[in-house]
């Protein structure tokens, strides 16, 4: 029963984020997407068995999370123009937000 669940929470992982990819453009790219394509690339390579812990769970409801915010920042932040420096275009707010989830996906 947990491997079903497991295996249903890495689908939705993958859907979502293949979904966003599609969806967003370089000019307006999803936030932290480097860190979601790791872990879908950590999830393709792993099969979920019986066997694999169900703590499991909750990172994949972390990632699923965390994706689903960085979506909505990237659609309702507006394409700034200067894009370099350090602040790369993002408010303090948003970097902040940024740093956040960065240290929550690790």
């Not at 599609?22 to 000019?27: A, G, I, K, M, S």
């Not at 999830?43 to 972390?62: A, F």
């Not at 689903?68 to 990237?74: A, D, G, H, I, T």
């Amino acid at each position: 029963m947990s491997a079903d669940h497991l295996q249903f929470l890495k689908n939705k992982f993958i859907q979502d984020l293949e979904e966003a990819e599609e969806e967003h453009t370089r000019e307006n790219e999803i936030p932290l997407l480097s860190h979601f394509l790791g872990i879908k690339g950590v999830l393709e390579e792993n099969e979920i068995t019986s066997s694999t812990p169900i703590r499991l769970k909750n990172c994949l409801y972390d990632a699923i999370s965390a994706l689903e915010e960085c979506v909505v920042l990237s659609e309702k932040r507006e394409p700034r123009k200067k894009k370099d420096g350090l602040m790369r275009g993002y408010t303090l707010a948003e970097h902040w937000f940024m740093h956040k989830t960065r240290r929550l996906l690790l």
